[in-house]
């Protein structure tokens, strides 16, 4: 964890930015302001730079995500998510 307050993170590379919880090794790694994001799973939102409210849980779920407000289980679910319903 680099930065940020309020978060629980569980794995290596896990977590920054508020409000998030995360277990998983590189689950939201690269976050840098998204926040109330649960990431369970290796790599799940991984890539998320900023989006918030999000729920991923599987391995590689929601990965490449570009809006907020989205839920994927399963493994690689909405792995290239740009916010399609």
Partial sequence: ??????NIAVGKSALTANYNTVVGS?????NTTGAQNT???????NLN????????????????TTSGDNTAIGSEARL???GLA
């Fill in 80 to 82: 290239t998510n740009g």
């Fill in 1 to 6: 964890m680099n930065t940020g307050t309020n």
């Fill in 39 to 45: 990431a369970i799973g290796s790599q799940a939102l």
């Fill in 49 to 64: 730079l900023g989006t918030s409210n999000n729920t991923a849980v599987g391995y590689r779920a929601l990965q490449f």
């Fill in 26 to 30: 590189q689950a939201l790694a690269t």
